[in-house]
């Protein structure tokens, strides 16, 4: 068997502590940086169920003063932390707390689908226009559709989440868009990832005109909307309006 010396032995000890230490440190920090993560992630999902909240009460006022649900469904995500991280690689940006709420503004995602093109309009105004909502960008891709077709409203708003620490500014994205312009972006992004499409422009050239289609259908839909409506306000008489009013004590106003 080999003899170490003291000495020698003295400092195989010291470098293995010291490699300890190390490692230790490195632990520390690869653990502070999740937490980090963690800690994100949560504000972010608070930032959505504040927002389906101020969503879901929107939707019941207008029931309540309109007799019409301007919402048929609203859906939610959150972000992965590897596609948060994949997006910071391709920018080239350093994979840190602040990097992330500065530069990435999809974590929190919300996607409104609204049966008509107005009410799209009408529900962006009203949340944007509440006190601690801020608009930070709007992209109207219905006035001004992308080249594929695609056609939806998309907001990043800016909101507070409250913790028992202080209060945390939160960016997240909300798209809103009517049945149709979600069916059709559906199927659109199912085709897009095939493995394999022959003859590419062609099938881009007919998901553009599906989506001319169903835009014109939309207008369509609220015109026709709009014709029913006016109709019913000019024929109804003192009990039909009478009677429209009662309707609205049998809006479910929630538990």
């Given amino acids: 068997m080999e003899h170490i010396e003291p000495n020698n032995q003295l400092n195989l000890f010291e470098n293995n502590e010291a490699m300890q230490n190390v490692l230790m440190e490195q632990a520390n920090e690869i653990l502070d940086t999740l937490l980090d993560f963690k800690a994100i992630m949560m504000y972010y999902s608070a930032a959505i169920r504040r927002l389906r909240t101020k969503l879901e009460i929107l939707n019941t006022e207008f029931e309540v003063k309109y007799q019409r649900n301007p919402i048929s469904n609203i859906q939610s995500r959150l972000k992965s932390q590897v596609s948060i991280m994949e997006k910071l690689n391709r920018k080239g940006l350093p994979i840190t707390k602040e990097s992330i709420e500065e530069n990435i503004h999809d974590i929190a995602g919300v996607r409104v689908i609204c049966s008509y093109v107005d009410d799209i309009y009408r529900l ?10 801020e608009l930070v960008v709007k992209k ?9 077709g695609y056609r939806s409203l998309h907001l990043i708003v800016r909101l507070p989440v409250y913790f028992t620490d202080g209060t945390h500014y939160v960016t997240a994205e909300i798209q809103i868009r009517t049945i149709a312009m979600d069916f059709w972006a559906s199927l659109e992004h199912q085709i897009k990832y095939k493995k394999k499409i022959n003859n590419p422009e062609v099938v881009a050239g007919k998901l553009k005109q599906c989506a001319d289609i169903i835009s014109y259908t939309d207008i369509m839909m609220q015109n026709i909307r709009k014709e029913m409506d006016d109709e019913q306000a000019e024929d109804a008489d003192l009990a039909e ?15």
């Fill in 241 to 255: 309006q009478l009677y429209e009013k009662l309707k609205r004590f049998d809006v479910t106003l929630g538990e």
């Fill in 140 to 148: 109207d891709y219905i006035v001004n559709p992308k080249p594929n």
């Fill in 124 to 133: 962006a105004d009203a949340l944007v226009g509440q006190d601690d909502i």
